[in-house]
């Protein structure tokens, strides 16, 4: 709640300025940062919620909370449910601070928060995928893609489990192939390898031997 805060006032005047020009300009990077923190939140929230259906405590099924779902939906089932997450953040002291974060989001910029969600938007965004099988145990994550401004992001839920400690710890910068070093026009800008946080790689790309296929 500290980064929102710094980022959030810091921000304020430069976000009035900027909401004044035409559609065609590109975001500020204040925009693009509050569009990314906020899918960074949401994205707690919505694990959280999902465990709520499961054990039944909130009347949303889990069918209710299954990707494909537009932002603006995500959006009504954490701000539908927000009663049921402050009852239940009274035991979740993580779920209390974030809880607040959401809150400052909305007073500090409500325009541009209700706009990231909007269902006006000339192309959704629409979260396609959200895994959180085993969640106790294993990073949660969703993909989630903005056909107006040409993204597709993969959202990671912060580290919780002893696990995610463990792989963060991992901070070695591993090289591999450049896998979009072939979209790259000019010759001077291609890279033809990447370096990957370790921890990170070995997450994704690990051979489950159950499936025999990685994340």
Known sequence: SNMFSSLLKKGSSSLSSSTRSTEKKRPSVYEESVSMLAGALIIYFFADLRDMAREGEISSSLDDLSPPL????????????????????????????????LKMLKEHQGGLFRQLFSSNTKAKTTMTHFVDTKADEEIVHA??????????????????????????????QKKIDNPVASLVEKEELKAEDIRIHTGFHQYLFHLNKETGKTR
Not at 76 to 90: F, P
Not at 146 to 170: E, H, L, M, P, Y
């Open 143 to 172: 993909i989630v893609v903005n056909g107006a401004q040409k993204r597709i992001s993969v959202i990671f839920r912060g580290s919780v489990t002893q696990k995610d400690f463990v792989q963060d710890a991992k901070c070695a």
């Open 70 to 101: 537009t932002a603006d939906k995500v959006l009504a089932a954490v701000e539908g449910n927000e009663e049921a997450l402050a009852k239940r953040a009274i035991s979740h002291d993580d779920l209390k601070q974030r809880l607040e974060a």
